[in-house]
């Protein structure tokens, strides 16, 4: 019983890392209906920054963490702005094909500026062990769920309570009757990058905390698996994108542990093979009709 209550508190631990990426995805996915296969290297390029000025100018805990979630809140929206904007009227393909090429792109500047050699994460929390009914807790792993559960219920109150966050939801639903209201669409698109990437470089940190390293495909895993949750719990659909998150981080979790760690990636590919075939919307996703 000790070792599922530690491999759960180690699900929620990771999944909610996936959560916050998963986020991304399905916030850009359910405005644009695209798929922003940059979003890993934006929680990579995160995951640097935090590294950046943990090491060499040895910030304090919230500089580290807020600052690079500011800065690749505007590299979102400087990437909306060059590489997808133009695109929106085009065929969903060559946004697709964008999105990659931007991916390969961002990968291949980090390997440039940071070179290949992976860099070493510091502890930029506070560590010490915490004892619950026999299960020993990392006050990391803590400190991680906490903030990830903190930044999602901001996430969603401002999109639920505030005139901004109702006029994302507008375009996400209708986009030319919400131009017809007067909802400036470029700007709320550009707002939706902007908080699509700060949480996916809130993730990358709290990633390349708990694994200790950073290198410049450190997006591309967990950005997979982060897609598979948003998926799985609907794409488009953020508490889809929390639920989705949480359900890869324990399934993971708990097949490393009581089945084995060569299966575990294998097993998270298996459920979106079965999510597509036989649950396309994702669990709170629901069927929609269009006439053609």
Sequence with gaps: MDLFLQQLINGLNVGSIYALIAIGYTMVYGIIKLINFAHGEIMMFGAYFAFIFATSFQMPIWAVLLIPMVIMALAGVAVEFIAYRPLRDAPRLSALITAIGVSLFLQNLALLIFKADPKVMPKIFPETMISLGGVEINSTTLVTIGL????????????????????????????DAAILMGINVDRTISLTFAMGSALGALGGILYSVAYVQVFPTLGVMPGLK??????????????????????????ETMTKAYISTTWADAI??????????????????KNTREKV
């Design 148 to 175: 990830s559960l903190f930044f999602m219920v901001l996430l969603d109150l401002y999109i639920r309570k505030t005139k901004q966050g109702r006029a994302v939801r507008a375009v996400s639903e209708d986009k």
């Design 226 to 251: 982060a897609f598979i949750a948003a998926v799985l719990g609907g794409i488009g659909i953020i508490p889809g994108a929390m639920l989705g998150g949480f359900i890869i981080g324990m399934v």
């Design 268 to 285: 998270v590919y298996i459920i979106l093979i079965l999510v597509l075939l036989f649950k396309p919307t994702g669990i709170l996703g």
